[in-house]
């Protein structure tokens, strides 16, 4: 046979499977503007939507006059809560356990609110018909700062929870309150404080910001009257789960929903959620019998579809003289805005921020966050990471950093004093979770030779000494990050989404000619599943990566899934279509042991087919094998060569990393330079390292965007003051510093590949990363810690406050 | 946001007074106003254009006198709707002092904030455009109330 002629290298290289630097399949229709997005669907007939949405962030609405918008060539319909009201609509249940408004219902809690949607022929005429909308709102008092939200005389925001002291996760302590959860054991904790030689207390702040893709959110929904059908395109990460909601609010059976889920130009988190202009788009569809479009604009993502982070957590760490760590305590104010619409999975209001111990042997912590309203947009998303994952790195990353000041120890050394060691693993952290697997000292110390980190203190200490003397008037920062992360949501023990178990699934099918199709319940938004999900069949089942074809997105076609985010789609779906690969393969074993008149077990697979063991002449292609299930298969089997796997994993998978910044700031005017920023991430199994480079790239990059700033910031009246990209900070390639990459492997040991996810990591280390290399900079001149967002201006601020500046 | 300025005009208190309560001389100094329509002794609505950054709209408004201690100080205060670019409300302190017989020291207070689609993209441009506004506002108003009593004279 011809495959005999090739190597074994040759055979391999063939198949383009794991470790192969795969280019990206999906950027052939990409890079020639084929790419199909929601916004390329156009239907016969389709209408266009727009939102009339609130200029104020805390009002009454007297009354809202339709009248002159419907006069307005070309519209058609003018929607309010009181129209929803008919189909039970005007407020609809969060992921969070909550219930949100649709359109306002006698009040709007936040600025830029939806108030009402006008619907028309075309997106112009939707405009003018918005413009033309006459609402009278009477102000009431604005909550902007979640510091005062519990105060007695604060405004009540929820009138509808008005005398519900029980929330969604427990009681709730005062009208603005939405939660306390708390973690982690109380009393052993504070008697660690209290026997504690050392202590530090910060409250380290995670400022609000937005995943911001370059693709906003939008939907098309086409109601068809006749067959009672409800169809729609939407910039869906899960899906599934929007049919299923809809099903469930709508009460269209859920067969008679198609959810598709075209090309995503970016997700980043902000496309989990269900917001108004889905329902809003579907009860217009259904009112006009025609499609209906939604597209948001720039300024109504970044004021309106779901933030991300607005963690203010107070830190506590108890260690001894040495440096060893003995207990730690947080609390968290977290801000969620008008309604808790926080995306995490159900029994987790504050995801897995009790991932705070981080990298570190705590041998005791406790941890409580308060969640509370205020007059801003709802959400609180996992941007870039996996359910509060980044805000818990930077808590603990920061605090490490604070205590190495306070100890007059060097980070690195702190760290590495701390670190929970390879030995203990599968390591069982203060706060409840199982880490799998770690080999945090190796990567520590790689990252530190690397980038000659005893070298950089010297320099940096030879600066500081410049500065003193007056000659120069720059600071050198050495930020230091050693993350670990929680991903790969969930096992059904403890994660589900409205009930539904967090698991996900791959559907394979393999054609008589040895090409197939594989279908798969997660959805990429850019992370290039075509590209490796092809690679894990290659690897598994000897079929080149080029003849599998991927697919995500269809609710009819893809079998059940609950999406992409939090890095989830390698540890969860990857997992599945490794196990899905493997029962097909366990039926080709037979179909081949059947063509070589052999007992199965007397077979191996060997790259691409099936080997008599010891005969190496004897084998049976996996292509031959293909051919053979459509025609000669054994007595008594079933013909075809397919299989469904829907994977509950056992455990999440954790993810580790060391980031270092070498970062210089002229004290006199703020700007920042970084010098260099090396990332090693250890994601267990790699299956494509180019693609884990880029995603470490777009990480790295939105993780510098965050860091030095990008923010969601409102002024005291409420109003959303970066509301644009004139103010929201998204780096061009002009602003991006150069990202050296690096790795070690530690296989997730209960992963059928041994693979963890990395999509997130770079956010998640990169944050802390850069804002410890601010810190750092300035601590000499006796700054503990300096909030977020490091922009020039704020350098500047805290050189002023230092008295640095001449 | 707040901001304090002054300004000495040539003319008796009781000319600035009379010009600071008639509705077609603050039609004049309103930067950018179309119309102003009395409605009573203190009442009256306008119509205004306003331009900050990027944004430019027109607002209908009402502006009010209250406070009145003829002829010392009042507080002019207005607050228009600007439909989807938002809306805007502002108010001035205003005092009166003699300096000599002829001539008069105005002395404001003004605070001003807007919300919606304006404060959203022109953030950063709300606080120098505030000021500007209101300098010229003061500038102008100045020119023609210190006019109004040099034709007040010639008249008589």
């Known amino acids: 046979m011809n495959d005999m002629t090739l190597t074994k290298e040759q055979r391999e290289a063939r198949l383009e499977g794991m470790g192969c630097k795969r280019k990206r399949v999906e950027d052939i229709r990409f890079t020639q503007g084929r790419g199909n997005y929601v916004d390329d669907v156009k239907l016969p007939g389709m209408l266009h939507g727009d939102f009339v949405r609130s200029p104020h962030p805390h009002a009454r609405i007297r009354s809202i006059n339709k009248d002159a918008a419907l006069k307005v060539p070309g519209v058609l319909a003018v929607l309010t809560a009181d129209d929803l009201k008919g189909v039970n609509l005007a407020w609809m249940p969060t992921l969070a356990g909550d219930v949100q408004m649709v359109l306002a219902d006698g009040k709007v809690l936040f600025q830029n609110q939806e108030v009402a949607f006008v619907v028309a022929t075309d997106r112009y005429a939707a405009d003018d018909g918005v413009n033309a909308v006459e609402v009278d709102y009477e102000p009431l008092p604005v909550l902007v700062d979640p510091f005062k939200s519990m105060d007695a005389d604060a405004p009540v925001l929820r009138e509808d929870l008005e005398g519900k002291m029980t929330g969604a996760h427990g009681p709730r302590k005062h009208h603005n309150h939405i939660f306390e959860w708390t973690v982690g054991d109380r009393d052993l904790t504070d008697a660690a404080f209290r026997k504690a030689e050392v202590t530090i207390k910060e409250m380290i702040s995670y400022h609000r910001t937005h995943p911001s893709p370059l693709e906003t959110c939008q939907s098309v929904c086409s109601f068809d009257k006749i067959k009672g059908e409800l169809t729609i395109w939407g910039t869906f990460q899960a899906p599934h789960v929007i049919r299923t909601v809809v099903a469930l609010i709508s009460k269209i059976p859920e067969h008679k929903i198609h959810v598709i889920a075209p090309d995503i130009g970016g997700g980043f988190g902000n496309k989990v959620g269900a917001y108004p202009g889905y329902i809003c788009s579907a009860v217009a569809s259904i009112v006009t019998g025609r499609p209906v479009k939604w597209v948001e604009d720039r300024i109504e993502n970044l004021t309106s579809t779901s933030f991300a982070r607005d963690y203010h957590m107070t830190t506590e760490i108890a260690a001894t003289k040495e440096g060893k760590v003995t207990g730690l305590r947080v609390h968290v104010l977290a801000d969620h805005g008008a309604f808790d619409a926080c995306a995490d999975p159900s029994k987790w209001p504050a995801g897995f921020f009790n991932i705070v111990t981080g990298s570190y042997d705590f041998p005791t912590a406790h941890l409580a966050v308060d969640g509370v309203y205020t007059n801003k947009a709802p959400g609180g998303v996992a941007y870039r990471c996996s359910f509060r994952v980044t805000e818990a790195a930077y808590c603990i990353e920061r605090g490490m950093d604070i205590l190495a000041q306070k100890l007059g120890m060097d980070p690195a050394e702190l760290r590495l004093k701390n670190f929970v060691r390879p030995e203990q693993f599968p390591y069982q952290s203060a706060l409840g979770w199982e880490y799998d697997s770690g080999d945090y000292h190796t990567a520590m110390r790689k990252a530190m030779e690397t980038v000659q980190y005893e070298d950089l203190r010297k320099e940096q200490a030879a600066k500081r000494e410049a500065f003193r003397r007056g000659e120069t008037r720059e600071i050198m920062g050495v930020g230091i990050s050693f993350f670990t992360e929680i991903v790969g949501a969930g096992p059904s023990k403890n994660c589900d989404i409205l009930g539904i178990a967090m698991f996900d699934s791959c559907e394979i099918r393999l054609h008589p000619t040895g090409a197939g199709i594989a279908r798969v319940g997660s959805k990429s938004q850019g992370q290039g599943h075509e590209t490796t999900w092809a690679q894990i069949i290659a690897t598994e089942l000897g079929i080149p990566a080029d003849d599998i074809m991927v697919e995500e997105g269809n609710t009819d076609t893809a079998p059940y899934g609950l999406g992409t985010y939090g890095s989830r789609s390698t540890p969860v779906a990857g997992a599945a279509i490794a196990m899905a690969a493997r029962k097909i393969r366990a039926k080709a074993q037979m179909i081949a042991a059947y063509l070589l008149e052999v007992h199965e077990g007397d077979l191996e697979f060997d790259i691409d087919g099936f080997r008599v063991k010891g005969l190496p002449e004897r084998f049976k292609s996996m292509k031959e094998i293909c051919w053979a299930a459509y025609n000669s298969i054994p007595p008594g089997m079933e013909p075809g060569l397919e299989a469904v796997s829907y994977y509950d994993p056992p455990n999440m998978t954790y993810p580790f990393g060391a980031y270092i910044c070498v970062m210089d700031i002229d004290v006199d005017t703020g700007v920042y330079k970084v010098r260099r920023f090396y990332a090693l991430d250890d994601c267990g199994t790699r299956i494509n390292p180019m693609i884990i480079e880029g995603q470490v790239h777009g990480g790295l990059t939105e993780a510098f965007a965050i860091a030095m700033g990008q923010e969601i910031r409102y002024d005291d009246n409420g109003n959303v003051v970066t509301g644009s990209l004139m103010d929201f900070f998204l780096p061009t390639a002009v602003e991006t510093p150069h990202w050296e990459t690096d790795f070690t492997v530690t296989p997730s040991p209960h992963h059928p590949i041994g693979a963890k996810g990395v999509g997130e990591s770079p956010n998640v280390g990169g944050v802390p990363a850069f804002s410890n290399a601010v810190n750092d900079a300035f601590s000499f001149l006796g700054s503990t810690h300096i909030q977020m967002p490091h922009d020039f201006w704020r350098n500047w601020q805290a050189a002023k406050t230092l008295g640095a500046l001449g | ?156």
Not at chain 2, 22 to 37: F, K, N, V, Y
Not at chain 2, 61 to 74: F, M, R
Not at chain 2, 98 to 111: E, F, M, W
């Open chain 2, 1 to 156: 946001m707040d901001m304090n300025g002054s300004e000495r005009i040539e003319a008796p208190v009781e000319v600035v007074w009379r010009a600071l309560n008639d509705a077609e001389i603050l039609r004049q100094c309103i930067p950018g106003c179309e119309r102003l329509d009395k409605a009573s002794d203190t009442e009256m609505s306008a119509t205004v254009v306003l331009k900050i950054g990027p944004v430019k709209a027109r607002f209908e408004g009402a502006v009010e006198l209250s406070n009145l201690d003829p002829p010392h100080s009042y507080t002019i205060s207005g607050e228009g709707k600007g439909g989807l670019v938002g809306f805007a409300k502002g108010g001035a302190d205003v005092s009166l002092t003699a300096d000599g017989p002829q001539a008069t020291i105005l002395t404001y207070t003004v605070k001003a904030d807007v919300g919606g689609k304006i404060a959203q993209l022109g953030s950063r441009l709300i606080d120098s455009t505030a000021k500007k506004l209101a300098a010229e506002f003061f500038s102008v108003f100045g020119e023609k109330a210190a006019g109004h009593a040099l034709a007040a004279t010639d008249a008589g």
